[in-house]
């Protein structure tokens, strides 16, 4: 029993002393291992899985997504998330982990699992990921954008060039709905 304490505390002098030498590299371009990536992810979706269960979804207006879910998408989220029909931008390409491209994904059809994934979208809107360029959008937004937001990631998917442009062109000429 001694000896292993002493030998867990020596192993440990020596972790420290070698990330003390700068032994770790912090650089966005030295991906993780597969390991390392597949635990933060497993630590990341459980957190947020946790946190966002309980969360009651309101009813979000259909004006409300397509207005202020999608202007604030527009001018706030695509430098890094990108849009429909739109070149990836220098900031997104260099980030690191990846912003994901919500166009890309598949639409959620199944009515249970849409609910779900809008509470993760908006706790991930409101209180940000630590560590990652994922800011908090909550102290600077109140919920009711938020949820306007989520529904409006959730709007993104599969979407194509034309329909993303019809919707944010729509609200730059005064709201005609
Ligand atoms: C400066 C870059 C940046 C900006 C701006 C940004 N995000 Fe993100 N976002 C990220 C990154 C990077 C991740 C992935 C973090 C990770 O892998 O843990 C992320 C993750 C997310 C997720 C979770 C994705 C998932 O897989 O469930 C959502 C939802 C999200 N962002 C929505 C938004 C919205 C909405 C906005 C605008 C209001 C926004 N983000 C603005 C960088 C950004």
Known sequence: ?????ILSLAALLIIIFTLNLGAYNMAATEKHWAITEKII???RESSIEVRAK?????TIDETDILLIGAEHYNAMCTICHLAPG???????TGLYPQAPVFHERTPVTDAEEKLHSTKEYFWVIKNGIKMTAMPAWG?????E????M????????????KQYEAIVETDHHGHHH
């Open 1 to 5: 029993m001694k000896s292993f304490i």
């Open 41 to 43: 992810t497993w630590v």
């Open 54 to 58: 309980d969360l009651e979804v309101p």
């Open 86 to 92: 739109r070149k990836p931008t220098e900031l997104a």
């Open 139 to 143: 102290p600077t937004h109140d919920d």
């Open 145 to 148: 954008s938020i949820w306007a």
């Open 150 to 161: 989520a529904a409006f990631v959730h709007r993104l998917h599969g979407m194509n060039d």
